[in-house]
């Protein structure tokens, strides 16, 4: 819109054509912040639908604390044997302690020694802090490539008995989208041994998260970048999955791995890792106000849950004389 200016002599004609200047300044002005708020709108909104979450996946500072006031036992029978006569296995909290992580050696030439001196302990480090998961790996000292799993003695539960999400943030990352990197902080000792992170989806699909090398000392992060993260949003190809009653896909801490060449040296080695934490998109938006609960009304997560805790109890009285044998040998083995 531009304003007339009136050119005849006199005083107010001089007057209405600085009127109008000033009028038409003061417009172009309001149309370019305009413009500016719609092209910063415009940029922000993709921002703010993709949004990463920072997530901790584990942290061994509060490991224990989480584990002791969160998790729930599988059992729905806490009688000392089930209907059919088989005995009955009630897990507690304390079997998911540091101490009773499982360290795993995979080789041709283990050894009875081998898996004696491999174990997990809670350390407390000064640098940290915090308590830490400390890792004592026994790798045969044979010409073969090793490979060593550092994980809990049973899964973590992603779901209590009610069908909610359980050990979040403690061994359970919920409501995942796109990954865009993993960290881990690690203390090495200056060996040149590979490091991986391994977690199940919603599937039960194995996810490997490889870091490289541990041939540092002290402690340091470490990240792993997804090579096939797409930044700019307008160029992905996008995918529609079902929901509910489908499991909002979620990723489980499955084990540590830490891999040995043939060409590497054997025996001892100590390692050190603080925590484990992600970066990645929501796979939905979360809603302020739902029309429907669907699990209040279906129950079907609740069902599944407590089908997955029966069909893993019955494997657990075995898993716990094996573990009371793993402790027995490496007792024996510590007092030689």
């Known amino acids: 819109m531009m304003c007339t200016i009136d050119a005849r002599p006199g005083v107010f004609g001089r007057d209405r054509g600085v009127v109008c200047r000033r009028v038409d300044m003061l417009l172009q002005k309001r149309m370019k912040i305009v413009v500016f708020v719609i092209l910063s709108l415009a940029l922000l909104v993709p921002m703010i639908v ?41 897990l507690t909290p304390s079997v998911m302690a540091i101490s009773n992580w499982i360290v795993e050696v995979r080789s041709s030439g283990v050894r009875i020694p081998n898996i004696v001196k491999s174990q997990c302990l809670s350390v407390f480090s000064k640098l940290q802090n915090q308590n830490v998961l400390g890792v004592r790996i026994n790798f045969p000292e044979t010409r073969q490539n090793d490979r060593a799993y550092i994980r809990p003695q049973f899964e973590f539960h992603v779901y209590d008995k009610k069908g909610n999400f359980s050990n979040i943030s403690n061994g359970i990352v919920t409501n995942v989208g796109l990954v865009k990197d993993v960290s881990v902080w690690v203390k090495g000792r200056n060996y040149p041994f590979d490091f991986a992170v391994r977690m199940l989806d919603q599937d039960n699909k194995a996810h490997e998260y490889f870091f490289g090398n541990l041939f540092f000392d002290n402690w340091r992060k470490l990240t ?42 054997g025996g001892d080695f100590i390692l050190y890792i603080k925590n484990v934490s992600m970066r990645y998109e929501w ?54």
């Open 50 to 90: 993709h949004a990463l979450s920072d997530i901790t996946v584990i942290n061994f500072g509060n490991y224990e604390k989480r584990i002791t006031a969160e998790f729930q036992s599988i059992s729905t029978n806490s009688k000392p044997k089930n209907p059919d006569g088989s005995p009955n296995y009630i």
């Open 283 to 336: 796979h939905a938006a979360k809603v302020i106000e739902n029309d429907i609960d669907d699990e209040e009304v279906w129950k079907i997560l609740q069902q599944r849950a407590i089908d997955n805790m029966q069909r893993e109890q019955k494997g657990l009285a075995e898993k716990a004389h094996d573990l009371k044998q793993n402790l027995k040998l490496q007792q024996e083995g510590n007092v030689q």
């Open 224 to 265: 792993w970048v997804n090579p096939n993260y797409i930044d700019q949003v307008k160029d992905r190809v996008i995918i529609r999955k079902p929901m509910y009653p489908k499991d909002l896909p979620y990723l489980k801490f499955s084990s540590f791995v830490v891999y040995r060449n043939m060409d590497q040296i």
